[in-house]
């Protein structure tokens, strides 16, 4: 079936760590990919997108995401999290051909500590 | 721009009631979308329209949930009778043209959601 696998639920990282979370999906051409990011009691905000092009994709907030068609994978990273960093993180697809909407992972929730 | 806008912010009803949720795009985006949020399914399209028209509605979870859009501006999502299982947080998004435009795909703006509480 065709989705969008965020495999961790939570992370919790120490202020000033590195960060990579991790994003799967499963279609056969690829889709355009992006991911969001919800802080607590807030809409979804847009970090980042991929159609095509540079593999490594620059984003607001110091995010980048890297696409790995070999892997099926757009991870996304930050070298150094803040700790207003914390929020929850959705990968999301609109798939290559067909319907508009986005497909949403079930997100992954960081928690970062001082 | 004030982005896209949704009313209300939290709601809280009773079984059976019927509830309106409001949502005003952003003005130029041609796209409209409500979205549901809940900790067991995560986020779910319901429906969305383009050019005020209904494209998909495949996500609408049964005849209690309808939704319009009579005009650019304006987009409602209704529930009637509503139960405790509609409880959840809705998101309206617009977007300009369709998701594949000139030069990649375009963007999706949120709304801040509407909280709904079903008692």
């Known amino acids: 079936a065709q989705s969008v696998t965020q495999p961790d639920i939570h992370i919790t990282v120490s202020e000033g760590a590195s960060l990579e979370l991790r994003c799967n999906y499963s279609y056969g051409a690829t889709p355009y990919l992006f991911w969001y990011v919800q802080s607590p009691g807030q809409g979804l905000q847009l970090l980042l997108k991929y159609f095509s092009g540079d593999t490594l994709v620059q984003g607001i907030k110091g995010f980048e995401a890297e696409f790995k068609r070999s892997q099926s994978s757009f991870n996304l990273r930050k070298p150094s999290v803040h700790w207003s960093d914390a929020a929850e993180y959705f990968c999301a697809v609109v798939r290559p051909t067909g319907a508009n909407n986005l497909f949403f992972g079930t997100g992954t929730r960081l928690t970062v500590i001082p | ?119």
């Not at chain 2, 998909?56 to 009637?80: C, H, V």
């Not at chain 2, 594949?100 to 795909?105: D, M």
Request: charged share 20%; net charge neutral; hydrophobic share 35%.
């Open chain 2, 1 to 119: 721009d004030a982005g896209v806008i949704q009313s209300p912010r939290h709601e809280v009803t009773e079984m059976g009631q019927e509830v309106t949720l409001r949502c005003k795009p952003i003005s130029g985006h041609n796209s409209l979308f409500w979205y549901r949020q809940t900790m067991m399914r995560g986020l779910e399209l319901l429906i969305y329209f383009n050019n005020n028209v209904p494209i998909d509605d495949s996500g609408m979870p049964e005849d209690r949930f309808s939704a319009k859009m009579p005009n650019a501006s304006f987009s409602t999502l209704k529930i009637q009778p509503s139960e405790p299982r509609d409880s959840a947080v809705y998101f309206c998004a617009s977007q300009k043209g369709g998701a594949r435009g000139f030069f990649g795909v375009n963007e999706q703006f949120f709304g801040p959601g509407t909280r709904l509480t079903v008692l």
